[in-house]
């Protein structure tokens, strides 16, 4: 299934979100700061890594039920879908 803007639009929010928080992991790390704060910066763009997946993963199964709905052979199964949705697990 290709990655469609209409479908990845919020998946990419939460991914640049995470680039964000990890290029200042990266700084606090190089820097010698807290190593709280960059933790809780680390767990918080993993788990924006995390819903970004589920993000792309429930745009693919609209667009592929849609597909199936309109007579459509879907660009993916549910078998798929579901192998990567557990990928991400």
Do not use: W
């Given at each position: 299934?290709?990655?469609?803007?209409?479908?990845?639009?919020?998946?990419?929010?939460?991914?640049?979100?995470?680039?964000?928080?990890?290029?200042?992991?990266?700084?606090?790390?190089?820097?010698?700061?807290?190593?709280?704060?960059?933790?809780?910066?680390?767990?918080?763009?993993s788990?924006?890594?995390?819903?970004?997946?589920?993000?792309?993963?429930?745009?693919?199964?609209?667009?592929?039920?849609?597909?199936?709905?309109?007579?459509?052979?879907?660009?993916?199964?549910?078998?798929?879908?579901?192998?990567?949705?557990?990928?991400?697990?």
């Amino acid at each position: 299934m290709k990655l469609r803007p209409e479908m990845t639009a919020e998946a990419l929010v939460r991914l640049k979100r995470a680039r964000g928080q990890l290029n200042a992991v990266i700084e606090m790390m190089e820097t010698g700061q807290d190593c709280q704060t960059a933790l809780t910066q680390l767990a918080a763009a993993s788990k924006a890594i995390d819903r970004a997946g589920y993000k792309i993963i429930a745009s693919g199964l609209r667009h592929c039920s849609t597909a199936r709905d309109r007579g459509e052979q879907p660009e993916m199964t549910e078998e798929e879908l579901e192998k990567l949705f557990l990928a991400l697990a």
